[in-house]
């Protein structure tokens, strides 16, 4: 059998390492992610006599986070996972960009003009975007949003910075 693929192969003749395949590494991520946020929240109290405390709901997610990024990892280390390129990367990179951004210019810009940012900067993730079309989509989500949470929700922030 010529044309099946070797065991470090995929269907179109790529060598898959395992120690740099996408589910390992993510599992990795995200177990230190956890080992993180449950260092950052260690303080929090599960529980203050019969009442839920602080900890409770953020200590079970990080939990099952945690939980999933051994699953991960197993994942990874038992199979072929594919590798992790810079052209799947660059989605990572820009839509974890975008929350940056919203975060970086909510006090200064104004809600609207921080959606904006921050939906441009999430539409660059894609290589093919169009520069009319990138403004027309961030103009309609941020007004959405706008609306949705400004003035319907009433979330007290300013709209604009003037």
């Excluded at 260092?39 to 953020?58: A, C, K, N, Q």
């Excluded at 079970?60 to 072929?80: D, F, N």
Aim: charged residues 15%; proline residues 5%.
């Amino acid at each position: 059998m010529a044309d099946s693929p070797q065991p470090n192969e995929t269907s179109n003749g790529e060598v898959v390492s395992r120690s740099a395949n996408q589910d390992l590494l993510a599992g990795l991520f995200f177990l230190a992610l956890a080992g993180f946020a449950l260092y950052l929240l260690w303080d929090h109290p599960m529980m203050r006599g019969s009442r839920v405390g602080t900890g409770y709901f953020p200590k079970i997610l990080i939990t099952l986070l945690a939980a999933m990024s051994v699953a991960l990892i197993v994942r990874g280390l038992l199979g072929r996972g594919e590798r992790l390129t810079f052209d799947r990367l660059r989605p990572v990179i820009f839509v974890i960009g975008s929350f940056v951004v919203f975060g970086l210019l909510i006090r200064h810009a104004g809600f609207f003009l921080t959606c904006m940012a921050s939906v441009i900067t999430a539409c660059l993730a894609e290589e093919s975007y169009r520069p009319l079309s990138l403004l027309i989509v961030s103009l309609i989500l941020s007004t959405g949003a706008t609306v949705l949470f400004v003035w319907l929700i009433a979330i007290p922030v300013r709209v604009f910075p003037w």
